[in-house]
Structure formats: C-alpha cells, structure tokens
C-alpha cells in the first residue's frame, strides 16, 4: 500500500445496486445484483425510447395540423 492510500478504510467503492461496500474498480457485489441492474438499464432504454418515438409522432402531428389547417 502507498502512503496515499492510509488510513483507516482502504480504496473502496459501493454496489451500485443495494449499496454494500466491494474493492475498487467492482461495480456489483454479486452477479444478482449485476443483473438486476442490466435489466433496469435495458427497461429504462426501452422506456426513454418509447417517449421519444412519442414525441416525434407529436411533432409530426402539429406539422401536419399547422400544415393542412389555413391560417
Ligand atoms: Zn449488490
């Protein structure tokens, strides 16, 4: 250990799903939690899609509204 990293908790990071303290450059204590939150991830991309898809259908509507509607 160099002297930078004394003191009394070594280099350490946290699960990013239920928060439990794991070494360094580890994202997950156990692969549950990996996977939990892959599938997180993967419905919160799906999620964010479908609102775009949505807005999109929006703003083509509106044109075509303010397009086919005199002024
Ligand atoms: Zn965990």
Not at 27 to 47: G, I, M, W
């Amino acid at each position: 250990m160099s002297a930078r990293e004394r003191g009394p908790i070594p280099l350490h990071t946290h699960c990013k799903v239920c928060g439990k303290s794991i070494p360094w450059g580890k994202d997950y204590c156990s692969n549950e939690c990996r996977e939990k939150e892959l599938k997180a991830q993967k419905k919160a991309r799906r999620t964010s899609r479908l609102y775009l898809l949505f807005f999109v259908v929006m703003f083509i509507f509106i044109l075509v509204i303010s397009f086919l509607s005199p002024r």
